[in-house]
DNA sequence: GGATTTTACGCATTTCGTAAGTATT
DNA sequence: AATACTTACGAAATGCGTAAAATCC
């Protein structure tokens, strides 16, 4: 057993099963990769894959178990390089952020801002994805961090920080008549709805809130992002129901915003990562970044 | 970097930074050693060895961190290759049990009896030795289980699972004038004691229980083992505390016992293992045979 | 028949062993 | 002086690449 071995289980688990695109990503020829497959099962002594003839369909019972295994080699030893890239020089790396538009446009700017003057030699990624999207990128390495609202529940491979807690709030033009007299859910549910997609920014906390009265929201036009709701309130489409800090009271003179936390209950942002996996000083350091300007807004309100 | 560099990083952990014996562990010669530890800090990039001159004299910094996910390859390793070894033939392997003499005396010959019944193929190995040597040789790895009463605390890296509550008894000669009347902690400490040593078998139960009164205990004679207690309770010496299920009325006709429930405080004996260690079905049957057999104590009582 | 995997064999690279050199106690 | 580690170089082992055969769809 070695680590290329190793290697080759955890790139074939990503790739189909394929032994021909396997030997492509570790830049080896395909017989080669052949070969190491064929001593790994023979020195275990029990076949890893399942096998249609020669072609590997899936794996094994016992493979299953030892995929689990493979990750932690792996986590192990992309941690050691992280380590000692991290002991010889703690200011310069990569961090990957995958986030949802909003968390990108509304919170993030304030911190990244301050962790590029502490660490200007950190590149950062920050790749947008629903909520789904960014556990796989977590659990794929392309991400090191994930911060959302939605979906990271109790995954046991997940550490999940809560950040901060935020409400909803209800958008409209400003001669609308919701922006004037007592908020109820009644009266909201009364007006065409724009607001996010399923799994997005808090969306689940909106259907909860209505499910109990049993009223029927009519959204007519759902995204992912703030903005496009923002515009099309604008048009006069309707109602938008946006997370609080993504309106602004000077880019969005042309609408008003009135609070819904007595309405909707709050949304929890939270930062993950994966559990086992030693994160740089700056990558620490960021979410502490995080962390304050997530207290900070707390302080505000 | 490679698994043998890794398992070198293990070795040299286990015999104090001594390329040399390394050397001799691996089955190599010694300068083959010394270059793949040289590679390998070339490749990370950063030393992992404190050195003086030429020799290795600790880990540094860097080190100290890296052996943490060295032990998390290696044990994902051995998880590996006892998954297949299990997978193939689940009816056949070896088992290590770490334990006390009470424990092996006492407790355990009736779940060995009936595990071996049912996995005859298996080869069990007992070795005795004190709580905190149990311990190493779960980290060590010379040992699959531990069963014992102290010192298998909260540690971090061990899943404990608690087996069965016992308490003490006090033994002594038929005659002896603490065999009838009312039993109390103060009658108990005027008697000289012979009990079990420090950090053995609930000790720390009988400390607890006098230290609150204030009284002093005068231990006579402390042992590891409940055979050598009886035998000086049987020659005159004085009461021995011992557990209450190392006395039997039929091979111990000379002595009596006396119930301490009342006034030490019950003793948890719990069963460990490493944690993320993949133990073999017949080890995990082997445990469900303990905790049977716990049961059938508590409800034999 | 095109794509994919296996097998066979020569070549390149890696790793080891021997032996000599250097440092440490 | 003895022990422990490093360096140099040739030898063995390992792993890769090419090419051809076998199998799958």
């Known amino acids: ?44 002594g029990s076949p890893v894959y399942e096998r249609q ?15 689990e295994e493979v990750a932690a080699i792996n986590m192990a030893k992309i941690n050691i390089q992280t380590l000692a890239a991290d002991y010889i020089d703690s200011n310069q790396g990569v961090l990957h952020i995958a986030t949802t538009h909003t968390q990108a446009k509304y919170f993030l700017p304030k911190p990244i801002l301050r962790f590029r003057e502490k660490y200007p030699g ?42 901060y807690e935020w409400h909803h709030a209800v958008v409209m033009l400003k001669n609308h008549p919701l922006s004037e007299g007592e908020l109820t859910l009644e009266r909201l549910a009364s007006y065409p709805i724009l607001t996010y997609s399923f799994g997005f920014t808090g969306r689940s906390n909106i259907e909860t809130a209505f ?37 602004d009271p000077v880019i969005d003179h042309e609408l008003v915003a009135r609070d819904l936390s007595q309405l909707i209950p709050s949304s929890k942002t939270k930062i993950a990562y994966l559990k086992n996996n030693y994160l740089p000083v700056y990558t620490q350091h960021f979410i502490d970044e995080l962390l304050s300007a997530a207290q900070e807004l707390s302080v505000a309100r």
């Open 122 to 163: 950190v590149r950062i990624y920050m790749v947008e994805a629903s909520p789904e999207q960014l556990i796989n990128k977590l659990h794929s390495r392309q991400a090191d961090l994930a911060i959302c609202t939605e979906k990271v529940a109790e995954e046991s491979d997940l550490e999940v920080k809560p950040c």
């Open 1 to 44: 057993m070695n680590l290329s071995q190793i290697e080759l289980l955890r790139i074939l688990q990503e790739n189909d099963f394929s032994l021909s695109k396997a030997a492509d990503k570790m830049h080896i020829v395909q017989s080669a990769v052949s070969r190491q497959l064929q001593l790994f099962e023979v020195e275990l």
């Open 53 to 67: 003839g020669k072609r590997l369909t899936g794996l094994t019972t016992l493979g299953r178990r030892i995929m």
């Open 211 to 247: 499910k109990n009265t049993g009223m029927e929201l009519d959204i007519i036009l759902s995204a992912a992002d703030t903005d496009v709701i923002k515009t099309y309130v604008r048009l006069g489409m309707g109602v938008g129901i946006i997370a609080g800090m993504a309106y």
